[in-house]
């Protein structure tokens, strides 16, 4: 995205779900056999280009690449992008999120070794081979403030602008709670402090009052301010989860302050695949695109599917004239 990306205003949408939901299913006998979902994305050479999660029931997440010249029907890559060969990441790559600035591309995903969640970062020029920068944070805990019981490191979500704010690079991260970064190479990145959180589970009885979660990368709207897409969720009281996506908005003068922030879900649950599945009644968006004119949001549904959700340039959320 970039300040050239017309129709960008908070908040963004409405968006619909496509008829043809779910756009993509597991499939084979192997590394996406069992689920597809949370994928990133981003328009390369005239297409839109998905980098989602994928595993068989093992659980051991990778990375698989689809593309698409409508952005509604796609054609995957044979064998996965990114797959687990570090410690760190024994256990899965996954939940990628993608910038492009100046023909490369940034990913960050979670490393995961069935104790702890670690925000790591790769590069690439042709989203096929990645080169790999290891964990951001390696001493963070986004549950703070509320982390009781999960384990330190635990980072998830790293969404980065694509555009820079005074010379730096800007990534919101963090599920639990919300939290940015600095960087000056979109290498290294520098943390805001543990104790200041951005964003904080919305109040009792709310659409995300157990966690909120980075979602995709963030938009410049038309007059210049900063608009996430994220995800959040409830705990229900047999221990069952539902997440659904919000937005929020922040001035790039004062990024650690929300200077606005939707109410209510703009996408939530609605179908069979979004109501059932490997965590049922999810849906989880990481990908946001703007392509043919169209907003393309991307989305995973119960930790299963693969959907979008889509929103014409300049439609109107309300029905008034």
């Known amino acids: ?22 756009i993509l299913r597991p499939q084979g006998d192997g590394w996406e056999s069992a689920s597809v979902y949370n994928p990133a ?3 390369r050479d005239g297409q839109v280009a998905l980098l989602y999660r994928a595993h068989a029931d093992d659980v051991v997440s990778h990375v698989g690449l689809a ?7 796609f054609q995957r890559r044979p064998e996965p992008v990114l797959s687990p060969t570090e410690p760190y990441e024994r256990f899965g790559c996954e939940d990628p999120r993608v910038t492009e600035v100046d023909g490369t591309y940034y990913l960050t995903y979670s490393g995961w070794d069935r104790t702890h969640a670690r925000l790591c970062l790769a590069t690439s020029t042709d989203l096929v081979t990645w080169e790999r920068h290891g964990p951001l944070f390696p001493d963070f805990n986004t549950f703070e403030p509320r982390a009781e019981g999960v384990p330190t490191p635990w980072s998830k979500a790293g969404a980065i602008l694509g555009t820079p ?12 709670s919300i939290y940015h970064a600095w960087s000056e190479d979109l290498l290294h990145w520098t943390p805001c402090p543990n104790d200041e959180p951005v964003m904080v589970p919305t109040a009792p009885g709310t659409f995300g009052d157990f966690l909120v979660e980075v979602g995709p990368q963030p938009v410049v709207t038309d007059n210049g301010l900063v608009l996430l897409l994220h995800n959040a969720a409830v705990r229900n009281e047999d221990g069952s989860v539902r997440y659904t996506c919000g937005q929020l908005l922040v001035d790039p003068r004062r990024p650690a302050e929300v200077m606005a922030q939707m109410s ?25 695109v703007y392509f043919q004119d169209t907003w393309f949001a991307y989305y995973g549904q119960s930790d299963s599917t693969l959907a979008v959700a889509t929103c014409r340039a300049g439609e109107r959320w309300s029905g008034l004239r």
């Open 1 to 22: 995205m970039s300040r050239d990306t017309p129709h960008v205003q908070f908040p963004l949408g409405p968006f619909t779900p496509y008829d043809g939901n779910p």
């Open 41 to 43: 994305a981003v328009v």
């Open 67 to 73: 593309t698409s010249d409508d952005g509604l029907h």
């Open 165 to 176: 704010v005074d010379g730096r690079w800007l990534m919101y991260f963090g599920e639990g």
């Open 264 to 288: 209510y879900p703009w996408l939530e649950p609605s179908t069979y695949e979004d109501r059932n599945g490997l965590v049922s009644n999810v849906t989880f968006v990481e990908g946001l």
